[in-house]
């Protein structure tokens, strides 16, 4: 009974020390962090802080994103048209952004190779 109490009640332990550790930060120091820039792109005011108007619509933009690429993602991947992805429609999902996050690595390797290749074509002048 106690050990298999032990695993949720770490976990609650941990849900806790990451609600109340973020809390405990002193209210300047928040306040003294920059936006990001996507954060920046609903900064209505330009005043570097995002009042509750703006949170509302940097929340609303992120649900209507969310919503959008779960519809793409039904539209491409759902197979038997069933309105859920099963495991082997996640499966070619899965494949499909690995091979796209490959090619990205591939494609900044190679820029980096080329930028290189240069450098020390100019050291060799």
């Known amino acids: 009974m106690i050990k298999s109490s032990l695993p949720r009640f770490a976990l609650a ?28 792109k609903y900064d209505a005011d330009k ?7 703006e949170k509302a619509a940097a929340k609303e933009a992120a649900k209507a994103k969310a919503t959008e690429t779960r519809e793409a993602n039904l539209e491409k991947y759902d197979a038997n048209k069933d309105g859920k992805l099963d495991a082997d429609e996640r499966a070619k999902k899965k494949a499909d952004e690995q091979a796209d ?8 390797e190679a820029a980096s190779a080329a930028k290189k290749a240069a450098k020390d074509a100019e050291k060799a002048k």
Do not use: F, I
């Open 47 to 53: 005043d570097g802080k995002l009042n509750e108007e």
């Open 13 to 40: 332990l941990l849900a806790l020390a990451l609600t109340v550790v973020p809390a405990a930060l002193p209210a300047q120091e928040a306040a003294d962090k920059k936006l990001t820039k996507n954060q920046q």
């Open 101 to 108: 996050k490959d090619a990205r690595k591939a494609e900044r």
